[in-house]
């Protein structure tokens, strides 16, 4: 792979669960349609309101291993017990047409990322105004049972600690601010 190939931009947003971050990933990609989002393949099950092919690819664990160890994934992870891996092909041939690519991962996904991609990748991290904050916002979503609550709090402050590691920071302490600075940062990116 050669990167000088690329000309596409490579955006990555990591967060911890609750965050936000899906809120301003749906809201960036109604203000910037020409950015294409990296569609993931992930073992754990279909939410409400999820598309098999748009939300994710939703395959059996037996399929995703098979994948894993075929090679074809640029990235992948097990997070909360479920497997979510990145199509490299899908990725490459984007960037290789010009086309930039949003991503939304872990902060072990995104290890992987720059891994790959180095400086071609651009992360940005959100956080969340403190842990009873993300805790709140998790047990007001309903949709998931106390048990995952508590496993996403103990890794949120697992990622919370690598918060400075990143391109880029941004404090969710107010939905219509941070989405401003993440539209600020994303103009940044695609203009570099």
């Avoid at 990555?12 to 393949?41: H, Q």
């Avoid at 048990?147 to 690598?162: F, W």
Wanted: aromatic share 10%.
């Amino acid at each position: 792979m050669n990167k000088d190939q690329f000309t596409g931009k490579l955006i990555v947003i990591v967060a911890p669960s609750g965050t936000g971050k899906s809120t301003m990933i749906k809201r960036l990609k109604k203000d910037y349609p020409t950015i294409v989002e990296s569609v993931s393949f992930t073992t754990r099950p279909m939410r409400p309101g999820e598309i098999h092919g748009l939300s994710y690819f939703f395959i059996s664990r037996e399929e995703f291993i098979a994948k894993r160890d075929n090679n074809e994934f640029l990235e992948w992870a097990e997070v909360h017990g479920n497997f979510y891996g990145t199509s490299k092909a899908f990725v490459e041939q984007c960037l290789s047409e010009g086309k930039h690519v949003l991503f939304d991962l872990d902060v072990q996904g995104v290890d992987s990322m720059k891994l790959h991609f180095g400086d071609v990748a651009n992360v940005i991290f959100i956080a969340p105004p403190s842990v009873e904050e993300l805790e709140k916002r998790l047990r007001n979503r309903g949709t998931e049972s106390t048990q995952i609550i508590n496993l996403r709090i103990t890794n949120a402050k697992k990622e919370l600690l690598r918060k400075d590691d990143f391109d880029f920071f941004i404090l969710n302490d107010d939905i219509e601010n941070a989405y401003g600075r993440l539209k600020e940062i994303t103009m940044e990116i695609l203009r570099g």
